[in-house]
């Protein structure tokens, strides 16, 4: 007979053997002594080289002809729409279901995030919704392959063409991810990356600005380091802020990629693991396969919970369950970006020019991230490192709570 781990039984997911995240890979603890040794911490004098190594392994890795290696992905963000000239009063458009920086990065430069519904399939921007919030002042787009699920490019990028709109590829979950065997972060005109602790790919904080633009690139570069251009320590060719990574932060990252390819090889291979292992179970669901992706970063694996099929068990319940079982999983981005405190009409008006149309941000209500907040269970990038056999037992909770709900309700 079954007893649930809330009710003092014993957990479903013993097996779930979850790696210490972030780890500290062969090579990390050697490439960072060997910054501290060199006493060359920061990239703008000669003997430094840690950070050049990372932007050209990066750019490597996502065939990309440019990386501008940056302090973490919210600047990341604020240097590439700065490098696409955004100007106080445009207006970008920006899905409601990511982290905040997506859209205070608009913000930042006194430019006005407009909300796209996203596909509550995917929780990506829906390319049919991308009409309805272009005005006469939209000038681009970012955004967000969001958990490393990429965005449709094949839907969206006509769309963004028709209305000549750019886009910037919010990438910071989507590290190794692939969209028709070209690595995201390329595919638009500028892409951003976040190496957060969290992030599949971590060095604590860190970020990069990707392109195959040499123009962009070259602004890029005068815009992380405070409008340097010519190695003159002295000479400011832009008022810009300083972005920059440090030594350390590339030494570390240099062996962290190393180990990207093979780390998300286990995911992948684990993904399809626990897939199986939930395909039986009634309306509980993950995004759709599509051969279209022809390889999976990850920084979080989302499911769609009804509570409906669980004899009408609440997902906070569910979750407060799972966890119980030893899976640590939680409910993402609760909220739409336009209900968080930050936004409102009058606290956006603040920052744009007295002619900007800034719209009525708590009024807004986009029935695709409704969904997709009140629905998603997400799990951390790391539970796909497990074992096969640990990822395997969380789809035995998710079953032992299925058939335990009705005493939860
Ligand atoms: C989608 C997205 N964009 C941007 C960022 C910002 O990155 P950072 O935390 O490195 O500033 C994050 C961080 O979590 C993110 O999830």
């Keep these: 007979m079954d007893e649930l781990a809330l009710r003092g039984g014993p957990e479903a997911a013993q097996a779930l053997d979850i790696p210490d995240w972030p780890r500290c890979p062969d090579g990390a603890r050697e490439n960072v002594l060997d910054v501290l040794e060199s006493e060359s911490w920061c990239r703008v004098y000669d003997d430094a080289q840690w950070v050049d190594r990372f932007e050209e392994r990066f750019a490597d890795y ?19 729409l700065r490098m696409l000239d955004v100007q106080p009063g445009d207006e970008v458009l920006v899905p409601p279901y990511t982290f905040i920086a997506t859209a205070s990065a608009v913000t930042s430069l006194s430019a006005v995030p407009r909300f796209v ?3 509550p399939d995917t929780y990506n921007v829906d390319p049919d919704a991308v009409a309805d919030a272009v005005t006469d002042r939209t000038v681009g787009m970012v955004g967000v392959h969001v958990a490393g699920y990429p965005m449709d490019f094949d839907a969206l990028l006509p769309v963004l063409d028709d209305y000549d709109l750019f886009l910037v ?30 992030k599949s790919l971590a060095g604590g904080e860190g970020g990069i600005v990707v392109t195959d633009d040499d123009v962009l690139a070259e602004r890029g570069q005068l815009l992380h380091n405070i409008g340097r251009q010519d190695g003159s320590v002295y000479r400011h060719y832009e008022l810009a802020s300083n972005a920059r990574m440090t030594e350390f932060q590339g ?49 979080l694996f989302d499911l769609a919970y009804d509570p409906d099929a669980f004899d009408g068990l609440s997902r906070d319940r569910f979750i407060e369950a799972l966890n119980a079982e030893g899976v640590p999983a939680g409910t993402g981005y609760a909220i739409p970006l336009y209900r968080q405190p930050a936004f409102s009409r009058a606290t956006v008006e603040a920052l744009v020019p007295a002619d900007a149309d800034v719209p009525a941000y708590r009024s807004l209500h986009l029935p695709g ?28 909770a998710v079953r032992k709570i299925r058939r335990c709900a009705p005493e939860l309700v």
């Design 117 to 119: 519904d996203v596909d």
């Design 369 to 396: 991230v409704e969904e997709v907040c009140a629905t998603t269970v997400t799990m951390p990038h790391e539970v796909l490192l497990a074992s096969e056999a640990g990822v395997r037992s969380v789809g035995d």
């Design 62 to 80: 996502h065939d990309a002809d440019h990386a501008i290696a940056v302090a973490n992905g919210t600047v990341a963000l604020e240097v590439a």
């Design 169 to 198: 590829e919010d990438a910071a979950h989507a590290q190794g991810t692939e969209w028709r065997g070209e690595k995201v972060g390329t595919i638009g005109d500028v892409g951003t990356f976040s190496f957060q602790e969290s």
């Design 251 to 299: 030494a570390l990252l240099c062996a962290q990629l190393d180990e990207l390819p093979a780390e998300n090889e286990t995911r992948r291979h684990n993904e399809r693991a626990l897939r199986e292992e939930i395909a039986d179970v009634d309306d509980i669901s993950a995004k759709p396969e599509d051969d279209r992706i022809t390889a999976r970063g990850y920084c």
